[in-house]
């Protein structure tokens, strides 16, 4: 089966600790992102990387980071530094061959609670 | 404020009536998207609508976008009680990844 998973699905710390989310695709695509979302609303983007070794910041990376040493694999770590951790984060990736289509593939979300 | 706004924020129609729920953005675009999302989980892609196409089709959904208004709409034709979900819009602009809408939340009832 090809796609994106992502893990735990369910996630707790305590504040002032960092977490690492995981993201894994197998569908062989290039790029890939991380976006949160907030209970209500919709998807804010967080980093993204368009190849491996690379990445780029998005709207709100201020508190995250990532590293992406493997195609297939782009872990978001949430930093004490993060106001208001507590989200439901949602790893992606899309085929930039696909050009001038980038509907993007989403793995099933970490819920992340910090208390 | 995104990129995609969706109107309304939320929709409750009886199974069998048509859902639309409209998009507006604010920039020029090379495509613009509709995603599905299911109460906690991923979002699904549903269709893409370029810039240079009018209308398009699958299945049940119809996708319009007007590109001198900015604005696409989502028909979701004889809903069903399965089409409870929410919708976002999401546009490509050629800069960086896709910027996603807020939403609209459709509950069918059966």
């Known amino acids: 089966d090809g796609g994106i998973t992502q893990s735990p699905k369910y996630l707790f710390r305590k504040e002032g600790q960092n977490v690492t989310l995981s993201c894994e695709q197998n569908?062989?695509?290039?790029?890939m992102y991380w976006y949160r979302q907030d209970p209500g609303q919709g998807l804010r983007l967080i980093y993204y990387?368009?190849?491996?070794?690379?990445?780029q910041k998005g709207d709100i990376a201020e508190g995250y980071s990532v590293s992406r040493e493997k195609k297939e694999s782009f872990p978001l770590t949430v930093t004490s530094a993060q106001k208001n951790p507590t989200a439901f984060y949602l790893c992606?990736?899309?085929?930039?061959?696909?050009?001038?289509?980038?509907?993007?593939?989403f793995g099933p979300g970490t819920r992340l609670t910090v208390t | 404020s995104q990129q995609g706004e969706e109107d309304p924020q939320a929709l409750s129609i009886q199974e069998g009536e048509n859902a639309t729920m409209n998009c507006s953005y604010k920039?020029?675009?090379?495509?613009l998207q509709w995603y599905r999302q299911n109460s906690g989980r991923g979002l699904v892609h549903l269709i893409l609508i370029r810039s240079n196409e009018r209308e398009k089709h699958s299945g049940r959904l119809r996708v319009t976008l007007d590109t001198s208004k900015k604005s696409s709409s989502l028909l979701i034709t004889a809903s069903r009680a399965a089409d409870t979900a929410s919708y976002f819009c999401a546009t490509d602009t050629g800069r960086r990844a896709l910027t996603f809408g807020s939403g609209t939340r459709l509950q069918v009832q059966p």
């Open positions: 990387s368009q190849i491996v070794n690379d990445f």
């Open positions: 569908l062989n695509h290039d790029a």
């Open positions: 992606a990736s899309s085929s930039r061959d696909r050009a001038p289509s980038y509907e993007q593939y």
């Open positions: 920039t020029s675009i090379n495509n």
